[in-house]
């Protein structure tokens, strides 16, 4: 059977860099520790942990050595606890998200408050959310998960409007237009990157010229998510799967489209596209 394919499979450009930085810090170090996570995909971490990574949350419990920060970024107030305990960081935040810091700061040097639509308790969320205008001065910032979220926000201040890179663009359209309907003088720019947005328009191809999409990604990862609930809003049945293994069997589910979240391999992608075809 032919599986049609996305055409962006594999490692965004983020997680391709912060692997490689990963890849390159175990050569020369004997232990590495990751600040969270490297990507959201199994194999790929437990293939890091054996080559000597150690995913640490907090600067406490072990001998302070070199960390790498994920793609996400982290909160410059935890930056900065690791910093005063002695670790030596290796930034691995993804650019784009540098962007998004960039922009929150010179907002915040303009005495406008940064609204971030995206979700609460998403890692990149959460740095963004603690991004310091000088030494210890954290930027004003809001997140906003859905136009409600709007109707809370307070009066008196001046607003800026940026998002997650990995945010729906109909979810920040819609919270977009529900801060410029109550603060017409907002500024807004959408930064949701390339990757997520090529990702996305290609699941959206695939959920309307198939039955089914096999998305691959983890299910803590929040763009494979989407994905998954795109192709089910766009009328197609949607299967998410970590890796092969976890593939179950779609012989008579009709025309079969794949695609494939910014933390899955592409041979994992591949493995699961030839099973299928084989199948
Ligand atoms: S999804 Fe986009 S913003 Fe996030 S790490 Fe990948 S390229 Fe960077």
């Known amino acids: 059977m032919k599986v049609d394919c996305s055409s962006i499979i594999g490692f965004c450009s983020g997680v391709e860099r912060v692997l490689e930085l990963a890849k390159r810090l175990l050569e020369s170090n004997e232990k590495v520790y990751c600040i969270g996570e490297l990507a959201h995909n199994k194999h790929v971490m437990e293939a890091f942990k054996a080559k000597g990574l150690v995913c640490i949350e907090n600067a406490s419990g072990q001998e302070p050595g070199v960390a790498i920060?994920?793609?996400?970024?982290?909160?410059?107030?935890?930056?900065?606890?690791?910093?005063?305990?002695?670790?030596?960081?290796?930034?691995?935040?993804?650019?784009?998200?540098?962007?998004?810091?960039?922009?929150?700061?010179?907002?915040?040097?303009?005495?406008?408050?940064c609204l971030i639509?995206?979700?609460k308790g998403h890692a990149e969320v959460e740095g963004l959310m603690d991004t310091w205008v000088f030494e210890g001065v954290k930027a004003p910032a809001f997140v906003v998960e859905s136009p409600e979220d709007v109707e809370s926000l307070p009066d008196g201040l001046s607003y800026f409007?940026?998002?997650?890179?990995?945010?729906?663009?109909?979810a920040y359209e819609q919270i977009r237009k529900a801060v410029l309907d109550r603060f017409p003088q907002a500024k807004c720019k959408?930064?949701?990157?390339?990757?997520?947005?090529?990702?996305?328009?290609?699941?959206?191809?695939?959920?309307?010229?198939?039955?089914?999409?096999?998305?691959v990604g983890s299910e803590r990862s929040a763009n494979s998510k989407a994905l998954a609930s795109l192709v089910e809003k766009e009328g197609a049945a949607a299967v998410l799967v970590d890796s092969l293994e976890m593939l179950p069997s779609l012989k008579s589910a009709g025309r079969i489209g794949l695609c494939s979240g910014s933390s899955a391999p592409?041979?994992?992608?591949?493995?699961i596209k030839e099973a299928l075809e084989n199948a």
Do not use: W
């Not at 691995?92 to 922009?103: A, E, N």
């Not at 959408?190 to 998305?215: G, P, Q």
């Open 190 to 215: 959408c930064t949701i990157c390339n990757s997520s947005l090529k990702r996305r328009s290609e699941a959206s191809r695939l959920a309307h010229d198939n039955d089914v999409v096999v998305v």
């Open 161 to 170: 409007l940026l998002c997650q890179t990995t945010f729906q663009t109909d």
């Open 69 to 113: 920060i994920g793609a996400h970024g982290i909160a410059d107030s935890k930056r900065s606890e690791f910093e005063r305990s002695g670790y030596t960081l290796v930034d691995g935040t993804c650019p784009l998200i540098h962007v998004s810091r960039s922009l929150i700061i010179k907002n915040a040097k303009h005495a406008k408050a």
């Open 266 to 271: 592409r041979e994992d992608v591949m493995a």
């Open 117 to 119: 639509a995206g979700q």
